[in-house]
């Protein structure tokens, strides 16, 4: 059984920052690719940011230059720092991790919740 517990979420000014963990845990052998996702009200989930195990990182272009993306694979957590944080970022947001166990399959997070006031 694998888990992915997200936090550090919450309610924030606009131009203000959270950082946002989530840490896998269970039977895992191996975690390739995590990530983050978001889906806002009315609206279908989408990319954020992604971080290979070997480091390497891709973000949505509505968050290149405020958000960054990083893991600690000796905790098998990845975070998610975001700066300058606008209105229309907040959503829910979601860690994704693929995890091998018997064999890959991708494991989302429950969601936690970012909420940024105008």
């Given at each position: 059984q694998v888990q992915l517990v997200e936090s550090g979420g919450g309610l924030?000014?606009?131009?203000?920052?959270?950082?946002?963990?989530?840490?896998?845990?269970?039977?895992?052998?191996?975690?390739?690719?995590m990530g983050w996702?978001?889906?806002?009200?009315?609206?279908?989930?989408?990319?954020?940011?992604v971080i290979t195990s070997g480091g390497s990182t891709n973000y949505a272009d509505s968050v290149k230059g405020r958000f960054t993306i990083s893991r600690d694979n000796a905790k098998n957590t990845v975070y998610l720092q975001m700066n300058s944080l606008k209105p229309e970022d907040t959503a829910v947001y979601y860690c994704n991790a693929r995890i091998t166990v018997i064999r890959e399959y991708p494991y989302w997070g429950q969601g936690t919740q970012v909420t940024v006031s105008s």
């Open positions: 924030v000014q606009a131009g203000g920052s959270l950082r946002l963990s989530c840490a896998a845990s269970g039977s895992i052998v191996s975690i390739n690719t996702y978001r889906q806002a009200p009315g609206t279908q989930r989408e990319l954020v940011a």
